[in-house]
């Protein structure tokens, strides 16, 4: 079993949609949660950080961890083209070495 | 410039032969490390390094070899290129005392070995 699973896509969406974007987890040990944008031909850059469960807003993005479910969310509002990308997440237990998700492609539609 | 550097940028190979890809930051980070990236599978960690005298295996280090030449320089090897190792390859750099150990990634090197 992957540390890590994420849903591939490729998902699309009309331009101002809300858009979901989730990862599950196997091992109970992470604790650091993190969500990275990889644009087409770009390496990762992170977008949003969480630690522990809870929720965290950040403009039109929101990231949810639920530590009991080993579920995490991305939430993005008003998506616009430009959210046009893959995003993967990303946790660890201590931070010295992360575990990435295979990453979901978003499509924002004009 | 470009904080994390890595060259070359595509190359394309053949089995057996011995390649190296490399990667430079000016970040001044003491972290820095080497995934692959693979259409379904991710983002996978091949080795890891704390600082010039640590270097750490990662999930799938098996036919990779590493340098930490200078903080500022870490270069992957493939002693004997094998077709599955065709992939994405990415450095990333962090610091042990950063904002959420955030990684800081290059531009990718693309690898295809025929």
């Known amino acids: 079993q992957k540390e890590v699973e994420q849903d591939p896509g490729p998902l699309s969406v009309p331009e101002g949609a809300i858009v979901s974007l989730n990862c599950t987890y196997s091992?109970?040990?992470?604790?650091?949660f993190m969500w990275y944008r990889q644009y087409s031909r770009k390496g990762p850059e992170l977008l949003m950080y969480?630690?522990?469960?809870g929720n965290k807003e950040d403009g039109r993005f929101t990231a949810q961890v639920d530590k009991s479910s080993k579920y995490i969310s991305l939430f993005i509002r008003d998506s616009q083209p430009s959210d046009s990308a893959t995003y993967l997440c990303?946790?660890?237990?201590?931070?010295?070495?992360?575990?990435f998700g295979s990453g979901t492609k978003l499509n924002v539609k004009p | 410039d470009a904080d994390v550097t890595q060259t070359p940028r595509n190359r394309i190979t053949k089995t057996g032969k011995r390649i190296m890809l490399e990667c430079s930051q000016t970040k001044g980070h003491d972290r820095m490390y080497w995934y692959r990236q693979d259409p379904g599978l991710g983002l996978r960690l091949i080795y890891y390094?704390?600082?010039?005298?640590?270097?750490n295996k990662g999930e799938i280090s098996d036919g990779y070899s590493v340098s930490r030449q200078a903080q500022a320089k870490f270069s992957l090897s493939l002693e004997s290129a094998i077709p599955n190792q065709t992939a994405l390859y990415f450095c990333a750099t962090s610091e042990t005392s950063g904002r959420y150990n955030e990684q800081f990634f290059g531009p990718g090197t693309r690898l295809t070995v025929l």
């Open positions: 390094s704390f600082d010039v005298k640590d270097i």
């Open positions: 091992n109970s040990a992470f604790q650091y």
């Open positions: 990303a946790m660890s237990a201590n931070f010295n070495k992360f575990y």
């Open positions: 969480t630690y522990s469960s």
